[in-house]
């Protein structure tokens, strides 16, 4: 708690959190806080994960790399859309007629997995790794 007090005597920590936003910020905190709350469902987490980690992805491999019905899925893509994580893109692919529906993470969708959940994991990893008796006799 040192700390904190330390940082908040010095001036560095604001006393309102939309204060630590630079002034010409793309987003609000609103928005912001409203990517996290999305990826804090597993449903969500999953899709942005799998994102994140395949690449493009069409709703039809999503539901099957997750074993998830569509409208599920299609609600839980829609959040993820709304908030900024993920965007929708459509192409034609090659020999095929008509347009087909891709997703993909945006650069905020990957940051807020790769610096916000698995940056959570990570760390409990290394601190469980720091701390693991079970090696000692």
């Keep these: 708690m040192a700390t904190n007090d330390a940082q908040r005597s010095s001036g560095s920590i604001p006393d309102d959190p939309e204060n630590l936003l630079p002034e010409e910020s793309v987003l609000s905190l609103d928005e912001y806080l409203a990517m996290h709350a999305a990826v804090g469902h ?8 799998r994102l994140v980690h395949s690449g493009d992805m069409s709703p039809k491999e999503l539901e099957e790399s997750m074993d ?4 599920t899925l299609h609600y839980h893509l829609n959040k993820l859309v709304d908030v900024g994580l993920v965007e929708k893109h459509q192409r034609t692919e090659r020999g095929q007629d008509g347009l087909y529906t891709y997703y993909r993470a945006t650069v905020f969708g990957e940051v807020t997995l790769t610096e916000g959940v698995d940056e959570l994991i990570r760390g409990e990893q290394e601190f469980e790794s720091l701390y693991d008796s079970s090696d000692e006799e």
């Design 68 to 71: 998830v019905d569509d409208s």
């Design 42 to 49: 597993r449903t969500r987490y999953e899709i942005l994960y």
